[in-house]
């Protein structure tokens, strides 16, 4: 299939999938966005995403901390098309759990943690080492916040390489 012809000005949305803020400048300091939040979003057009693909901000989408949505006059599938990041965002919401035809949002992630199994972040990292970051972020705020099992806590740790995950979480909760 053929990728669509985009409107290069029209504007597209994009969400902080982090938990902790997050600023965008593109190198000719024509773009300045700061999404301050987990689930903030604002406008960008098509250039300027494909500009930030493409540029030293590529890995911000690519391992989701910033996620792509709909556009003023174009669907989100289109525009991840466009910038060659569909193939990636399917597999991603394939390993999450997510239905083909649904949006990938910040909720997609919580949900995920919240009821993976250490079996499960073992799959979804080793598939899909991408997600890493996110999936850690969500799971030491879940495990901050009390909602999810030591041992799905302990598994993301050990695959982010850390040894005395006991101690770890204990600095966390001081």
Partial sequence: MATKKLNQDSLVDITNNLNHLYIYKDRRGDVDIQLDERGDSADMTVRELKQMSTGTSKNALR?????????EDCEVDEILAYIKLDKHYAKAKSLLGVDEDEKLTPEHFNEFIQNATGKDINKVIKDMPELKTVLTEQGLLAY???????????????????????????????
């Fill in 63 to 71: 391992n989701f901390y910033v996620l792509v949505d709909d556009g």
């Fill in 144 to 174: 901050k916040n009390r909602t999810i099992d030591y041992g799905v806590i302990e598994r993301i740790l050990y695959l982010n390489g850390i040894g005395d995950v006991g101690g770890f979480l204990d600095d966390i909760r001081a």
